[in-house]
Antibody
Framework: QVHLQESGPGLVRSSQTLSLTCTVSDGSIGTGGYYWSWIRQHPGQGLEWIGYIYYTGSTYYNASLKSRLSISVDTSKNQFSLNLTSVTAADTALYYC???????????WGQGTMVTVSS | DIQMTQSPSTLSASVGDRVTITCRASQNINTWLAWYQQKPGKAPKLLISRSSTSEGGVPSRFSGSGSGTEFTLTISSLQPDDFATYYCQHGWTFGQGTKVEI
């Protein structure tokens, strides 16, 4: 069973860059057919898809975050990463990495990591 | 963009109740709809894909139905472990969630 694990700082200063990494284990990120995604959940709120990367490096981002967002992949490390620039308190959320199949269903999720943006 | 709307937002029920959650799409999505269960402090768990296909290990009391723009998730006899928040999802969009509480 593929396992996903998020890692990164839990506290980020306002206007700085939020960087998270998702490590994939017991499976290869280079296996085609999967879209390696980031999803976030604001405290007490619903789920917001952030974006995905395919193992080839192609990406697709939520339009509302596109100008600040970058997702990259390192197949040699079996990891993919999220960079969100110019963060504000509105970016405080629980961030999940997840695997999506087509048609889109998120079948495997990481446990999530809480990121707080402080002023 | 296709919008997904769930109702109700909160549902109060008792153990043994039959529970139905509705999800409506703003456009025809055929049967491309999934349902997730999220318990406090946990990641969402995929329950049902393609409107009615249950994932392995999902109790048979959970069932999904619908096509086009209207979908339902039914729990035939609510169990204590089922008190959670449920989300529908199509493409890259989630519904706002339905909290099932006592």
């Amino acid at each position: 069973q593929v396992h996903l694990q998020e890692s990164g700082p839990g506290l980020v200063r306002s206007s700085q860059t939020l960087s998270l990494t998702c490590t994939v284990s017991d499976g290869s990120i280079g296996t085609g057919g999967y879209y390696w995604s980031w999803i976030r959940q604001h405290p007490g709120q619903g789920l917001e898809w952030i974006g995905y990367i395919y193992y080839t490096g192609s990406t697709y981002y939520n339009a509302s975050l596109k100008s600040r967002l970058s997702i990259s992949v390192d197949t040699s490390k079996n990891q993919f990463s999220l960079n969100l620039t110019s963060v504000t308190a509105a970016d405080t959320a629980l961030y999940y990495c997840a695997r999506a199949q087509t048609p889109v269903v998120f079948d495997i999720w990481g446990q999530g990591t809480m990121v707080t943006v402080s002023s | 963009d296709i919008q997904m709307t769930q109702s109700p937002s909160t549902l109060s029920a008792s153990v043994g109740d039959r529970v139905t959650i509705t999800c409506r799409a703003s456009q025809n999505i055929n049967t491309w709809l999934a349902w997730y269960q999220q318990k406090p402090g946990k990641a969402p768990k995929l329950l049902i894909s393609r409107s009615s296909t249950s994932e392995g290990g999902v109790p048979s009391r959970f069932s999904g139905s619908g096509s086009g723009t209207e979908f339902t998730l039914t729990i035939s006899s609510l169990q204590p472990d089922d008190f959670a928040t449920y989300y529908c999802q199509h493409g890259w969009t989630f519904g706002q969630g339905t909290k099932v509480e006592i």
